[in-house]
């Protein structure tokens, strides 16, 4: 049993079929990553896990809940946070006025801008954002504006965002798109330092095979909206339907 399932799931664009038939297990305290060329259908596939797209046939399953027909909020609810491309931050803030926010909505189940002007006292929530920031290692760094700091930080601040909403699920999307290696490198740190303490399920988009391989531990290619291969890193490599499908569409 997958804390995420996947069953039979199909979704076209007019004539175009994006998902078809896609079935995909995710395991609970795994970093599983869905690769593909592009135009393979991951985008497409994993917006249907949050609410954003409804397939036209088939389930998704979170921890025993349908996702299907679930607001992008109650699917967040329930446990499944999502990371995008671009870092989803607050720049004029600090970094710790940016982890408080999250922790606020956890808390009382929304946020209200003003809830910022009236934090003292509210400690659990100040020690709640203290702990997420020592969770990513940015304590540090809780006074800077967030707009002032480098890609990678603001990744590690978005983290730090995600945790605070206490997920059981992550979803990245390309989460070191258009870093610098060094960036990267820290990102992937990150990501790995976060699995390892909190056991944290997450699925991972990514084209940087780098990426894919240092964190993976199953992998799910798929091409042409299907999945043609799901296995463990070592045996994705050299896979022929893997090289076949990328061939003349390497990354
Ligand atoms: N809203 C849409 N309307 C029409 N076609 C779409 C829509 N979204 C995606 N598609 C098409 O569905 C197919 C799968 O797209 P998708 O973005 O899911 O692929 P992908 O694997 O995420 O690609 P990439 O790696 O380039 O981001 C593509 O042919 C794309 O053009």
């Known amino acids: 049993m997958g804390i995420l399932e996947i069953q039979n799931v199909n979704k076209s ?39 954003k797209l409804m397939p036209d046939t088939g389930t998704v399953t979170f921890d025993g809940h349908s996702l299907l027909g679930k607001k992008p909020h109650e699917i967040n609810q329930i446990g499944v946070s999502r990371v995008f491309q671009t870092p989803e931050i607050f720049s004029d803030l600090s970094v710790f006025e940016n982890v408080m926010i999250p922790c606020f909505a956890k808390r009382d189940g929304a946020f209200e801008l003003n809830a910022l002007s009236r934090v003292q006292g509210q400690s659990d929530i100040r020690d709640k954002a203290e702990q997420m920031l020592i969770d990513v290692n940015m304590i540090d760094k809780r006074d800077m504006i967030a707009s002032s700091m480098s890609r990678g930080d603001k990744r590690r601040l978005e983290m730090a965002m ?30 790995a330092q976060i699995q390892d303490k909190r056991h944290i399920t997450m699925a991972v988009i990514e084209h940087d095979m780098h990426v894919v391989f240092s964190l993976a531990q199953k992998i799910s290619v798929l091409a042409q909206g299907t999945v043609i291969v799901e296995d463990l890193p070592e045996n994705i490599k050299g896979h022929p339907k893997v090289q076949e499908a990328y061939l003349g569409t390497a990354h």
Do not use: Y
């Open 162 to 191: 995600c945790l605070a909403q206490d997920p059981k699920l992550l979803l990245l999307d390309e989460p070191t798109a258009g870093m610098a290696r060094a960036d990267t490198n820290n990102t992937i740190e990150l990501l």
């Open 13 to 51: 664009f007019g004539g175009l079929k994006a998902l078809q038939n896609v079935n995909l297990n995710i395991e609970e305290g795994t970093i599983h990553a869905i690769i593909g060329p592009n135009g393979a259908g991951k985008s497409t596939l994993l917006n249907c896990f949050v609410g």
